[in-house]
């Protein structure tokens, strides 16, 4: 069977987002034909080019110019200026945004000394905030967040003047996720961005008289005639509620077009989470089939369906008028009715979806990473590592080993169905995508890293530092460089971190939530303040960028638990635990751990809103009582964060960032100070039975300190080191290295094992370039 896979816009711009590469790696393990859309990136170009902003302000000119007279008129000089300004300057936005892109690919160096000094080059209202917050005549090197301003810039003119829902991520993403009705949301997907620009995408892409499908040979092609009878399947992903309405129109669109020859399928994130229930008949003009979670099973039934029927065997078909049996976790919609899915699924299916999970590697044949632009936006660098980057995109484990959190969908696939993946398989095909596609950074997209599969392919990454295997010694292999969720947890201490920074790991984000112990337990987050603490130090002192979430508004909130929990943030940030962190206000979902203990009795205190009359289409979020008194929390907080993560005003005591009356911390000033100095004593302990444990050299090659041979030295964490230690100590420790052959490791660890004398001596080297696991 033919499959299509389409990514709506709009997500994220500096990389693809993976479920096509998921799927498409899925479909062809099934003997599929399979070609995967980016429209995302697609239409981004289809409005930030020379003749996308050609369009844009023929459509907007003199509307623009009617706002600015109005703005006027109210007094709003800023914003009379800002729109005139845009259109006086039209041409040279035109006659830029392609370089401006293009410096963003890597590509233009010469053109960014033009694009900074260059009096003809257009400017706007972010870029000037930036320039003038800098301090400091802006270099060569401010360009590219001058080139990311800009775009910035030019999305806050199509807000103001063309379509108010424009975003350059997730597109309209507040009609879908507010309290809408199908009907109200049907109303909005004629958008502007949608029926001038997106629509001419579409056009463009199903222009010919085929769609076209790579073949099965090398170079042979193979295609869906636009007209005549064979039907081929599509996958539409909405992974965030910003790119529903887009694959809404992209869904009619193709109905339009192809007719019933097309079985239109959605699935994501938002799906699995907001569309659980949906039963909206409507949605028989758009689609054929919901798929949720992982989709393996489901697709996989659907295809031995589609042959069955094929084949004229027994298996109802899935897109006639007749009756049609249930699909596991498909829910399919007829003009007459809605078919729901059979979450159970049989033994047969589960385990094909189980194997696929831990085997499957994702597919990005059809991806051309140099088209992504990197976006800088904001210096803190763990911040600028999000955008700043065409990472790949795949994970080590499906769900989360714990899914337990009181606010986690606990009961949905995505965090419940835990499964590791075949690490080894994994790392050595991720490794091949890099090479052929010259991009060495991945950005794990876990819900949380397992420990021990991190550990796997850090080692396996820090083996490929020599040359490459049956290549005759010859190439030297590239080690890949990434980072994701963890949980801030015991297991890593000081020199597992150190392990995975020097196989690759570069930074890792968390959930702190509620940072203060009784919190902690409230959440059911099962780890506490002094693990918190011992992973963000390992973590940093191993080079390890630390990002935090951070959660409000609970249920059960109080003002003195906020103040508490931001008193001990600002302690982390003080300690240089942390490098970013992020507020979330708390939203009470249906599939949460705390609603389903809330069903079965318990928290009386949570006085859940249940929707009554208005027809909810996206229902998974709930309100509940009492949750608007901490709206006026969020400003104080993200101004106070916004200043910790830049290196400013930590020592300012947290109350003063409020303007009504807050409560004074309770929790003690030198909370995390203490919490690092226990961390500190656990680092130092002397490790036990040294022989039996796991040791790894990270340091560089012992060499002579002068011509005293009991004295060795090496470089490590960019020091140089010196330890009196017996000559053949060098060779031993460099038999250690994770890329060391099985050969010299077993031979230097057989030699530790004979000699307490030797055992003794690596204690001392703990810390200095020796790992002990």
């Known amino acids: 069977m033919k499959v299509l896979l389409i990514q709506p816009p709009l997500v994220q711009l500096n990389s693809p987002y993976p479920s096509g590469a998921y799927l498409s790696a899925f479909f062809k393990e099934m003997g599929c034909q399979v070609r995967w859309l980016d429209l995302s990136i697609s239409l981004f170009y289809k409005i930030f080019s020379s003749k996308g902003l050609q369009k844009l302000f023929a459509l907007t000119s003199e509307k623009a110019l009617q706002l600015a007279d109005k703005a006027e008129r109210a007094g709003d000089e800023g914003t009379s200026f800002n729109l005139r300004r845009y259109v006086s300057s039209a041409d040279s936005w035109i006659n830029w945004i392609d370089t401006i892109t293009g410096i963003l690919r890597g590509a233009s160096r010469e053109k960014e000394h033009e694009f900074l000094f260059s009096p003809y080059a257009p400017r706007g209202n972010r870029m000037e905030n930036f320039i003038g917050g800098l301090g400091r005549e802006p270099t060569v090197d401010d360009v590219r967040f001058l080139c990311s301003y800009a775009l910035a810039d030019l999305a806050d003119y199509i807000t103001a003047v063309f379509d108010e829902n424009f975003s350059l991520v997730r597109y309209a993403e ?113 689609i054929d089939a919901i798929s949720y979670d992982r989709g393996y099973g489901g697709f996989y039934e659907f295809l031995k369906r589609v042959e069955g029927d094929a084949a004229g065997g027994v298996v109802p078909p899935v897109s006639s008028g007749a009756p049609s049996a249930p699909i596991y976790k498909f829910r399919q919609f007829f003009s007459d009715r809605v078919i729901e899915p059979d979450w159970s699924g049989s033994k047969e299916t589960l385990e094909i979806e189980n194997n696929f999970t831990r085997e499957i590697v994702p597919d990005f044949s059809d991806i051309d990473f140099s088209l992504y632009p990197r976006l800088c936006d904001d210096k803190n660098p763990m911040q600028r590592m999000w955008s700043d980057g065409a990472w790949i995109k795949a994970y080590l484990a499906h769900g989360c080993y714990w899914h337990k959190c009181a606010f986690c969908d606990t009961q949905l696939d995505y965090v419940c169905g835990y499964q590791m993946t075949d690490v080894e398989k994994l790392y050595q095909r991720l490794a091949e995508t890099a090479r052929q596609k010259q991009v060495y950074g991945l950005h794990f997209v876990d819900e949380a890293l397992p420990p021990t599969a991190l550990k796997k392919f850090a080692l396996l990454n820090a083996g490929v530092s020599g040359t490459a295997a049956g290549e005759g010694g010859s190439a030297i292999r590239q080690p890949l460089y990434y980072w994701g969720n963890v949980r801030f947890e015991k297991s890593f201490t000081y020199d597992l971190a150190a392990l995975l920074s020097y196989g690759g790991l570069g930074g890792v984000s968390a959930g702190l939530e509620v940072a203060t112990g009784d919190g902690l337990k409230n959440i059911n987050k099962g780890t506490d303040i002094d693990s918190i603490v011992s992973a963000c130090a390992a973590f940093k002192e191993n080079g390890i960028l630390v990002h935090a979430y951070m959660i409000y508004g609970f249920w059960n909130d109080t003002a003195q638990n906020i103040i508490n929990s931001m008193e001990t943030l600002r302690q982390f940030f003080a300690s240089g635990l942390l490098d970013s962190a992020f507020w979330h206000k708390f939203i009470l979902t249906k599939n949460s751990r705390v609603m389903e203990e809330w069903n079965k009795g318990f928290h009386p205190e949570l006085k859940p809103i249940f929707p009554q009359g208005k027809s909810i289409f996206a229902g998974n979020c709930l309100h509940f009582e009492g949750e608007r008194r901490f709206a006026k929390w969020g400003a104080a907080l993200d101004n106070a964060l916004t200043a910790w993560m830049h290196g400013k005003k930590l020592e300012m005591p947290v109350r003063k960032w409020f303007d009504f009356e807050v409560p004074n911390p309770s929790v003690p000033k030198d909370l995390i100070e203490r919490a690092i100095e226990r961390y500190e004593k656990r680092k130092s302990a002397p490790a036990k039975e040294i022989a039996s444990r796991e040791l790894y050299w990270l340091g560089s090659k012992p060499v002579l300190a002068g011509k005293n041979p009991s004295r060795l030295t090496w470089f490590y964490m960019q020091e140089m080191l010196e330890e009196k230690l017996p000559l053949e100590t060098s060779a031993i420790l460099w038999s250690l290295r994770p890329a060391a052959s099985q050969e010299e490791r077993t031979a230097a660890l057989s030699g530790i094992k004979k000699s307490p004398d030797l055992q003794k001596s690596l204690q001392k080297l703990r810390g200095s370039g020796l790992v002990i696991l």
């Open 174 to 286: 507040s009609l879908t996720v507010d309290e809408s009705s199908f009907s109200d949301i049907e109303k909005k997907v004629d958008s502007p961005v949608m029926k001038e620009f997106y629509r001419e995408l579409l056009e463009e892409a199903f222009a010919s008289e085929s769609v076209v499908f790579p073949g099965t040979g090398e170079s042979s092609q193979v295609a869906v005639p636009s007209s005549g009878g064979e039907k081929f399947l599509v996958g539409i992903s909405v992974p965030f509620a910003g790119t529903f309405m887009s694959a809404l129109y992209t869904a009619r669109f193709i109905k339009q077009k192809f007719g019933s020859r097309a079985y239109v399928v959605l699935g994501g994130g938002f799906v699995n989470t907001e569309l659980r229930e949906v039963s909206e008949p409507r949605l028989y003009n758009y």
